[in-house]
């Protein structure tokens, strides 16, 4: 099974020159769109839907504001429609792969997903499911691809969490800066922001088998 990921491509569909390797499933880890405008999400939505990989999965993140708050039953009945599952505190499988998928980030700013550390992160990634293979967040965990002006800004409740489930690989975006892969506690991860710090399509979607 190849998998192709990419995150935080932030409204550049379609005629952007970005390649889109093929693959048997493709990934998108959140912030498809700026402000997450139907406009903007369904912009995304055709553009996500006409790329030829038979399986296409989609994590929201904190700019794709139209899924927070949202009926995540008839917004997932809806990207159905597209093509596409919604991952949303939930879970899909795929050849007998085990796909989780969850949009919360740590709270900054009037953006969606936005959860508290602590608490309230920890009752989050608490519903990850134990038997997960592939875990897809916006966020990244702490000290993982996570530096942003010099600061590890991922999230310590959700690095613990991993450190129980223990999934083959982490897929994740947010921080544009750290875009790549890498290993961490056992786990492979993989920064797969598409956009740099300036929102310009200049890092590559990421593959692995």
């Known amino acids: 099974?190849?998998?192709?990921?990419?995150?935080?491509?932030?409204?550049f569909?379609?005629?952007?020159?970005f390649e889109v390797p093929d693959g048997d499933v493709l990934i998108h880890a959140g912030d498809?769109?700026?402000?997450g405008t139907d406009e903007e999400v369904l912009g995304f939505l055709a553009w996500f839907r006409s790329l030829p990989h038979?399986?296409?999965?989609?994590?929201?993140?904190?700019?794709?504001?139209?899924?927070?708050?949202?009926?995540?039953?008839a917004m997932q009945a809806e990207l159905r429609s597209y093509g596409v599952t919604l991952l949303h505190d939930s879970r899909t499988i795929i050849d007998g792969v085990r796909f989780y998928g969850s949009p919360w980030c740590l709270e900054f700013g009037p953006w969606a997903c936005g959860v508290k550390p602590g608490e309230e992160a920890r009752?989050?990634?608490a519903q990850i499911d134990p038997k997960t293979d592939i875990l897809i967040t916006h966020t990244p965990a702490k000290f993982c691809l996570d530096r942003y002006e010099g600061v590890n800004v991922g999230c310590q409740d959700l690095a613990d969490r991993i450190a129980v489930v223990r999934p083959s690989v982490h897929v994740f975006g947010h921080i544009h800066e750290c875009s790549g892969q890498d290993s961490f506690?056992?786990?492979?991860?993989?920064?797969?922001?598409?956009?740099y710090a300036q929102y310009s399509p200049?890092?590559?979607c990421r593959i692995f088998d």
């Open 32 to 35: 498809a769109t700026n402000l």
């Open 202 to 204: 200049s890092n590559p």
């Open 1 to 11: 099974m190849r998998l192709v990921c990419m995150s935080d491509t932030h409204n």
């Open 123 to 125: 009752a989050k990634w």
């Open 54 to 73: 038979p399986h296409k999965i989609f994590v929201p993140g904190n700019h794709d504001r139209m899924f927070d708050g949202a009926d995540v039953g």
């Open 13 to 17: 569909v379609g005629g952007v020159d």
């Open 185 to 195: 506690n056992f786990v492979y991860a993989v920064n797969a922001a598409v956009c």
